[in-house]
C-alpha cells in the first residue's frame, strides 16, 4: 500500500512540476522574453499627451517587446528634444516652422489629429459669452472684473501657460490676434490648469477639448460655440494639428507606432473617444503660416 501511494504521489509530483513549467512558460511569452526588445521616447505637447499615452499602452499590450515611454513637458520641449536626437518622437500642437530656434528642414512632421482649444473659466463667474475683444481685453490685463463684460462683482484670475507650450502659442496667435498675455501664474500642464481653473474663484485660462469637462466652464467667443462640427468648419478658429514630429525619416518601433497612430484602430476609435478629431474629417486646413483653405 505504501509503494502504492509513493508512486501516486511520484506522479503527482513529476505532473505538478510540468503544470508548473508550462505555467512559467506562458508568463514568460506574456512578458515578452524572446521578442525583440525596442524602446523609443515621446515627448512634448501636453493637449496630444493622452491620446498618445492612451495609443501606447493599447500598442504594448499587443506588442510584446515594445516599449513606448510619453512624457509632456509643452511644445517647445518636444520640438527642441527631437531636433537635438534626444527622444525618438516630439510632439506639438504647433507647426516646427512656427517655432524660434527650431530647423524644420532637419525634423519630420507627422499630422496624427486636430484638437480644439478654448477659453475656460470657474463656472461661478456669471458669464458664458465674450467677445473677442472682451477675450483679448481681460488675457492683455486691461478688463480686471468680471462685472465689466456682464458678470459678476468679481475679480478675474488670469491662468497661463508656460512659455514653449504649444497650447499658449495657438491661443496668443487665434484668440489674441498675435498678442501676448498678461504676465500671470503660469503652469507647466493642461491638466494642472484645469484643476487651478476649477479652484480659483474668478479664474480663466484656456484649455484643449480633449482637457474640458463639466469641471470649467468653456465660453462661446462672439456666439460661436466650442464645438467639434465647429472646428471642422473652421467657424470656430481657435485650433490646431496635433504633430509628431522625427528626426529624418522615420524607422523602426518610431515608424510602427506612428503608423499605429495613423491606424483606423486609433483614428476611429481612441482619437473621437478622447476629444480629438482625425484631419480626414475636417473640411478646411491650415498652413504653418496661418492660412485656411477648404479642402
Known amino acids: 500500500?505504501?509503494?502504492?501511494?509513493?508512486?501516486?504521489?511520484?506522479?503527482?509530483?513529476?505532473?505538478?512540476?510540468?503544470?508548473?513549467?508550462?505555467?512559467?512558460?506562458?508568463?514568460?511569452?506574456?512578458?515578452?522574453?524572446?521578442?525583440?526588445?525596442?524602446?523609443?521616447?515621446?515627448?512634448?505637447?501636453?493637449?496630444?499627451?493622452?491620446?498618445?499615452?492612451?495609443?501606447?499602452?493599447?500598442?504594448?499590450?499587443?506588442?510584446?517587446?515594445?516599449?513606448?515611454?510619453?512624457?509632456?513637458?509643452?511644445?517647445?520641449?518636444?520640438?527642441?528634444?527631437?531636433?537635438?536626437?534626444?527622444?525618438?518622437?516630439?510632439?506639438?500642437?504647433?507647426?516646427?516652422?512656427?517655432?524660434?530656434?527650431?530647423?524644420?528642414?532637419?525634423?519630420?512632421?507627422?499630422k496624427v489629429a486636430v484638437v480644439g482649444f478654448a477659453p475656460v473659466a470657474n463656472q461661478d463667474i456669471g458669464v458664458d459669452n465674450l467677445t473677442k475683444q472682451q477675450l483679448i481685453g481681460i488675457f492683455t490685463g486691461k478688463i480686471k472684473n468680471w462685472k465689466e463684460v456682464g458678470g459678476k462683482d468679481l475679480k478675474i484670475v488670469?491662468?497661463?501657460?508656460?512659455?514653449?507650450?504649444?497650447?499658449?502659442?495657438?491661443?496668443?496667435?487665434?484668440?489674441?490676434?498675435?498678442?501676448?498675455?498678461?504676465?500671470?501664474?503660469e503652469q507647466d500642464s493642461s491638466g494642472t490648469v484645469q484643476k487651478i481653473v476649477n479652484e480659483t474663484p474668478g479664474a480663466i485660462s484656456y484649455l484643449a477639448f480633449s482637457y474640458m469637462n463639466n469641471k470649467v466652464k468653456a465660453l462661446k467667443v462672439d456666439g460661436v460655440e466650442p464645438t467639434e462640427e465647429n472646428v471642422k468648419t473652421n467657424k470656430w478658429k481657435i485650433w490646431a494639428y496635433e504633430h509628431m514630429y522625427t528626426k529624418g525619416k522615420a524607422k523602426g518601433l518610431t515608424k510602427k507606432f506612428i503608423d499605429y497612430m495613423l491606424s483606423d484602430e486609433v483614428q476611429k476609435n481612441l482619437v473621437p473617444k478622447l476629444g480629438y478629431m482625425?484631419?480626414?474629417?475636417?473640411?478646411?486646413?491650415?498652413?504653418?503660416?496661418?492660412n485656411v483653405t477648404t479642402k
Open 158 to 185: 488670469v491662468i497661463n501657460r508656460a512659455e514653449g507650450s504649444g497650447t499658449r502659442a495657438v491661443f496668443e496667435k487665434q484668440a489674441l490676434d498675435g498678442a501676448t498675455a498678461v504676465k500671470a501664474q
Open 1 to 110: 500500500m505504501k509503494k502504492k501511494f509513493a508512486a501516486v504521489f511520484g506522479l503527482f509530483t513529476i505532473f505538478a512540476v510540468i503544470a508548473a513549467g508550462c505555467g512559467n512558460a506562458k508568463e514568460t511569452t506574456v512578458s515578452g522574453k524572446g521578442a525583440k526588445q525596442e524602446s523609443i521616447t515621446s515627448v512634448g505637447s501636453t493637449a496630444l499627451q493622452p491620446l498618445v499615452q492612451e495609443a501606447a499602452t493599447q500598442y504594448m499590450n499587443d506588442h510584446s517587446g515594445a516599449t513606448i515611454n510619453v512624457q509632456g513637458g509643452g511644445s517647445g520641449t518636444g520640438l527642441s528634444k527631437v531636433a537635438e536626437g534626444a527622444v525618438q518622437i516630439g510632439n506639438s500642437d504647433v507647426f516646427a516652422e512656427e517655432k524660434d530656434g527650431i530647423d524644420a528642414s532637419k525634423i519630420t512632421d507627422h
Open 278 to 290: 482625425p484631419i480626414s474629417e475636417m473640411q478646411v486646413e491650415r498652413d504653418a503660416s496661418g
